[in-house]
C-alpha cells in the first residue's frame, strides 16, 4: 500500500477555509484529514496557499485548442467559427490528435483541473471511413489524459445529420455513425480503466433525429453513466426545432426521456420558462462555459434561475479560448451581474462547488470533489502570494482565488495522490507551451 501524507496551509473544507490541515493518503484516496496540526507533520509534502479540491472541467472538446488566437481574427458569428474549427476536424489523425490532447490535457493540469469530460465526436476519418480500431480518435484521448496525469470522462457523441431531416455534410461525414444504433454498438467496445469513466453524448437536436434520441439515452440509462447534451446554445437552432417540431429542444429532449439527473445540459442558452422548469424538475444538469459563450458571441444563460429550479451547475472550458476554471466559475457570477445589474448572485463556496464537487458528479465522479476521508486524492494548490492574490486576510482566500487568482497561480495539482504538478511545473510533460506550439503547429493549413 503506498501511502504519503500532504500539509496544507490552508484548505477548502466545503464550507470554510482552515489552516494547518494534514492530510493523509493511502493508493490514491483520502484516508484521513487532520485539523489544526500547527506544524508539517515529519515528512509531509507541504503544499503552500489554498488547497481546493481537483477542479472538474466538465466540457472540453479538446481539438479546439488549436484554434485559440486563429478565430479571434475579424468578426463573424458562431456558425462562421464553425467553419474554421470544421478546418482544423478534417486535418486531424489518431496521432495528432493525441499530441495534441496530450498537451491540452496538460495545460489542465497545471490550472488544476484533475478531471475532464470530453464531448467526443471525431469519430472516424475523413469521409467517414471507420479506423480499424473504431475507437482509435476516443482512445487517442483516453491514453493523452493519462500521459498527462488527469482522469477523464469520455462522452462519447451521436452526431448523425447536420440539420433537422438533413444528411451530414462532406465535413460531419467523420462525425456520423449513421444511426444510433451502429453509434450504441461502437460505444459499447470502450472499456473503463482507473482514470477512465464512459458516458454518452447527444451532440444536439439538430444533430440526433428525434427518433433515435432515445436509444443514446437508453445506452446511457442501462449503464447508469453521464449523458451530456449541447442545448440551446443558438437561438437558431430554437427557431429550427419548433419548425421542424412544434416544441423547444428542451421539450423535446423531455418527450424522448433525455433529461433527467445524469443528464448535462451544456449552455442552456435561450431558454423559455418552461424550459427552465423543465430542467430543474427533472434534476438534469447544466454546465455553464462563460468563456466560450462570451468569446462566440452566444448569449448569457438564465444560470441562477436554473439553479433555483433546481439544475445543479457545472462548468467547462469548452473551445479553450482560455483553460481557466476560476475564470470560468467568476464569468458566471459576474455575467449575472451584467445581465440582472445586482451583485451577489452566488458565494464564493457555491462558485467552488460547481467548480469541483458538482461537476465531477456531472462526469460521474461522485467519489471525487471533496477534501474527505474516502474521496480520491485530487486536489490543487492557488497561490496566495502571487500579484493577483497577496493581501487579504487567510480567511477570505476562497473569495480570492475566485475572483482574483487565476490559473496562473495554481502551484500545485495532485491526482491520485501524485503530484502531477510541482511548483507550477509538469512533472510528466516537461515542456507544455513547447508540446502545445509543436502540436498546433502540426495542423496549420
Known sequence: MTRSTYWLEHAWLDTHVAAGVAVDVADG???AVRRDTGAPPPGAEVLRGLTLPGLANAHSHAFHRALRGTVQVGSGTFWTWREVMYGVADRLTPET??????????????A?????????????????TAYADPNAMGEALVAAAGEAGIRI???????????????PDQHQLRFSDGTAEAWAERSSLLKERDHLRIGAAVH??????????????RWAEERRAPLHVHLSEQTAENDACLAAHGCTPTQLLAEHGVLGPRTTGVHNTHLTDED????????TGTCMCPTTERDLADGIGPAAALQRAGSPLSLGSDS??????????????????LRTRTRGHWTAAALLRAASADGHAALGWDDAGTLEPGALADFTTVALDSVRTAGPSPRLAAETAVFAASAADVRHTVVGGRHVVRDGVHTLVPDVPAALAAA??????
Request: no cysteine; proline share 2%; charged share 15%.
Open 440 to 445: 498546433v503547429e502540426a495542423l496549420r493549413g
Open 320 to 337: 479553450h479560448a482560455v483553460i481557466d476554471l476560476l475564470e470560468e466559475a467568476r464569468a458566471m457570477e459576474l455575467n449575472e451581474r
Open 153 to 167: 470522462t469520455l462522452l462519447d457523441t451521436a452526431y448523425l445529420s447536420s440539420g433537422f431531416g438533413q444528411a
Open 29 to 31: 484516496r483520502i484516508t
Open 112 to 128: 488544476g483541473i484533475t478531471v475532464v469530460g470530453e464531448f467526443h465526436y471525431l469519430h472516424h476519418a475523413p469521409g467517414g
Open 97 to 110: 490528435y493525441h499530441a495534441l490532447a496530450q498537451a491540452a490535457y496538460a495545460e489542465m493540469a497545471l
Open 204 to 217: 444536439s437536436v439538430r444533430a440526433v433525429p428525434a427518433g433515435q434520441l432515445a436509444t443514446v439515452a
Open 276 to 283: 427552465i422548469t423543465l430542467i430543474g424538475s427533472t434534476s
